[in-house]
């Protein structure tokens, strides 16, 4: 009976979560002309209490790259499949904003290029439309990545703070 309970209070306070975001940004290396790069991610999460969250990102990126140790730079055009588990601790709920960071695994392939791992967190906003609809701002990444290109190349890995114009990404969630 207990057990009943506790699964029908976790249901009542559970909302699933559906959107994503888009980002756009531009890359200039030197005197190089600069190139666009775009991404699109669809994301579907499961909140678990006010604070808790787990979800999960699929994303698509275009355009211009820099990877690793700048054996790849601008001229290198390519596309990336990723997929991004987390979970989410929000620290600050009000009724308009929330203030949350997102701690997860990234895995993505370059298409032709190599592979990618991130450990992370992500940090971001959401400000509260209605009870239903929010604007979602994800700003930078803050962790461990690692770059392995496909043949001969020599992996690459990286521990810090990325916080660049092609890290911020803007969307909207709905919320059920």
Same mark, same amino acid.
């Given at each position: 009976? %207990?057990?009943?309970?506790?699964?029908?209070?976790?249901?009542? +306070?559970?909302?699933?979560? *559906?959107?994503?975001?888009?980002?756009?940004?531009?890359?200039?290396?030197?005197?190089?002309?600069?190139?666009?790069?775009?991404?699109? #991610?669809?994301? &579907? =999460?499961?909140?678990? %209490?006010?604070?808790?969250?787990? =979800? #999960? $990102?699929?994303?698509?990126?275009?355009?211009?790259?820099?990877?690793?140790?700048?054996?790849?730079?601008?001229? *290198?055009?390519?596309?990336?499949?990723? &997929?991004?588990?987390?979970?989410?601790? %929000? $620290?600050?709920?009000?009724?308009?904003? +929330?203030? !949350? *960071?997102? @701690?997860?695994?990234? &895995?993505?392939?370059?298409?032709?290029?190599?592979?990618?791992?991130?450990?992370?967190?992500?940090?971001?906003?959401?400000?509260?439309?209605?009870?239903?609809?929010?604007? *979602?701002?994800?700003?930078? !990444?803050?962790?461990?990545?690692?770059?392995?290109?496909?043949?001969?190349?020599?992996?690459? +890995?990286?521990? @810090?703070?990325?916080?660049? @114009?092609?890290?911020?990404? !803007? =969307?909207?969630? !709905?919320?059920?």
């Amino acid at each position: 009976m %207990t057990l009943v309970a506790t699964a029908m209070a976790v249901s009542m +306070n559970a909302q699933v979560y *559906v959107g994503g975001s888009v980002g756009v940004g531009s890359v200039k290396y030197g005197s190089q002309d600069a190139e666009t790069t775009y991404k699109f #991610v669809p994301e &579907i =999460g499961y909140n678990l %209490t006010d604070e808790w969250a787990l =979800g #999960v $990102a699929f994303g698509y990126q275009k355009g211009a790259c820099s990877l690793g140790n700048g054996n790849y730079g601008q001229d *290198v055009d390519t596309e990336l499949l990723q &997929i991004n588990p987390y979970v989410r601790y %929000t $620290a600050v709920k009000s009724k308009l904003v +929330n203030v !949350f *960071v997102d @701690g997860g695994v990234g &895995i993505g392939s370059y298409k032709d290029l190599g592979t990618q791992f991130q450990l992370g967190l992500r940090p971001g906003l959401a400000v509260n439309l209605n009870e239903n609809i929010s604007f *979602v701002a994800h700003v930078g !990444f803050i962790g461990f990545e690692s770059f392995s290109p496909k043949g001969d190349g020599d992996s690459s +890995n990286t521990v @810090g703070v990325d916080l660049d @114009g092609n890290n911020v990404t !803007f =969307g909207l969630y !709905f919320n059920f």
